[in-house]
């Protein structure tokens, strides 16, 4: 039988939990996390007032902070920038974090440390499940300390300037879902401890190697790999890639691939696994539509293909529109497309975004629209981009495509008044007319 002297006590304490639970008080944070956070506070340069808030008593209810509600220590420090909004922090990383011993999720994104280090000290924040400290400007090494993050799921050191060799101690993440270190300076083969990272499921970066350790990546569900130069002449590499069992989405930007290299490899079957949903090929050098065909032969559940600033031009053949039928968006933006070659994008009856900025579509509007409405998309296109190109005549009937949501066709050279009685789509949201 429970002492009853015990009673009064367990009601108390259940009081307080609930009080706290319910907010009816606040979280205290404890007075040695507090004093960190103040001196972190002292070494960082906050021009925009983004700490204005840490001043009161209670640093749970601090900006950016987020703490236990059975512990109070505190788990969450996210502090990211914004560049456009003027709102971000610059300085020093000081070594008081290394006081917030049950600190899980670090956000410094967006912020300008330019000039100085990833602080190794990083390393020892031994529950670190969330590290983000991309688009900060940091240079040098990745400290590899970093390798000691044995909780870490998500780290990005994506956007700075970083250089050196990635250093393989990061194969140490056995927990690491996410990986992010495109946009740096880095040299030499990627480690092939990389392949440890069973549980990864995406990874952007850069690689000069064959990618013999990326087979081992069974988990990996996204994969962006940009200014891989070798790519157009080796197809060893795209080969290892389409083996990956989960890959989801794919990015080969920026990587001088060219009609070449689609010749070349027409015999070869890429099998793709059937899971691959997204390709993204812009920025390369494809001027032939035989682009379409490579596509439509490694993978036929694409919901979407990105092919902006590439040089295409000319008509693709009608087993595109055959094997395309899920995909949904579709970026040919910046080529060299005209009207007569949109009848080929006429019959993908699964379409609802097409991007056509920045072409040479010289054309008047109504058989621009008309070459484009002569199949099935009329009926499933809901957004459509024209800006930027030499089109010429006035506005005509839209309504030929019934669903459309938005239609952007300002920056070209239409001229004359808009006829009293358009016809507009009843779904229309947005109609952008503007620089013509």
């Not at 429970?2 to 008080?25: D, T």
């Not at 920026?254 to 920025?283: G, Q, Y």
């Not at 005549?393 to 839209?398: E, R, V």
Request: proline share 5%; net charge negative; charged share 15%.
């Amino acid at each position: 039988m429970r002492n009853p002297v015990q009673l009064p006590l367990m009601m108390f304490v259940l009081c307080a939990v609930s009080q706290v639970v319910n907010g009816e008080q606040p979280i205290r944070c404890l007075p040695k996390e507090r004093e960190a956070l103040l001196q972190f506070k002292v070494a960082i340069v906050d021009e925009y007032g983004m700490l204005s808030s840490w001043s009161t008593p209670h640093c749970c209810q601090w900006e950016g902070i987020r703490c236990s509600n059975l512990t109070f220590h505190i788990l969450s420090l996210d502090l990211h920038g914004d560049f456009y909004q003027y709102r971000y922090l610059s300085g020093e990383i000081h070594k008081s974090l290394m006081e917030l011993p049950q600190l899980q999720y670090l956000n410094l994104t967006s912020n300008y440390f330019q000039h100085t280090h990833i602080p190794e000290f990083l390393g020892s924040l031994k529950n670190l499940k969330y590290l983000d400290l991309s688009s900060c400007g940091f240079e040098g090494k990745i400290p590899i300390q970093l390798g000691s993050l044995s909780h870490l799921k998500y780290l990005n050191l994506g956007w700075n300037d970083l250089e050196g060799s990635i250093p393989h101690q990061l194969g140490n993440l056995s927990q690491l879902q996410h990986l992010d270190l495109s946009y740096n300076h880095f040299e030499g083969n990627i480690p092939p401890q990389l392949g440890n990272l069973s549980q990864l499921h995406e990874l952007y970066l850069k690689i000069s190697d064959g990618g013999q350790w990326l087979p081992n990546l069974i988990s990996l569900t996204h994969l962006s790999l940009e200014y891989v130069s070798n790519l157009n002449t080796s197809h060893t590499l795209l080969q290892v890639i389409a083996k990956l069992p989960k890959l989801r989405e794919l990015s080969l930007v920026h990587c001088s691939l060219s009609d070449h290299f689609i010749l070349s490899s027409m015999p070869a079957k890429f099998n793709f696994s059937s899971s691959l949903s997204v390709l993204d090929l812009r920025d390369n050098t494809f001027t032939s539509p035989t682009v379409f065909h490579w596509v439509s032969n490694i993978t036929s559940i694409l919901v979407e293909l990105y092919l902006s600033g590439n040089h295409l031009e000319g008509s693709t053949s009608s087993d595109f529109d055959n094997v395309m039928n899920s995909l949904r968006h579709l970026d040919l933006s910046y080529n060299n497309f005209k009207a007569r070659d949109l009848k080929s994008f006429s019959n993908i009856c699964t379409l609802h975004s097409l991007y056509l900025s920045s072409n040479n579509l010289t054309e008047d509007l109504p058989s621009i629209l008309g070459n484009l409405s002569s199949g099935c998309v009329r009926h499933s296109l809901q957004e459509l981009h024209l800006s930027s190109n030499h089109i010429t005549g006035t506005l005509p009937d839209i309504s030929i495509f019934p669903y459309l949501k938005t239609l952007f066709i300002d920056g070209n050279q239409l001229s004359g008044t808009i006829p009293e009685g358009v016809k507009l789509p009843s779904t229309l949201e947005e109609l952008t007319i503007g620089f013509n």
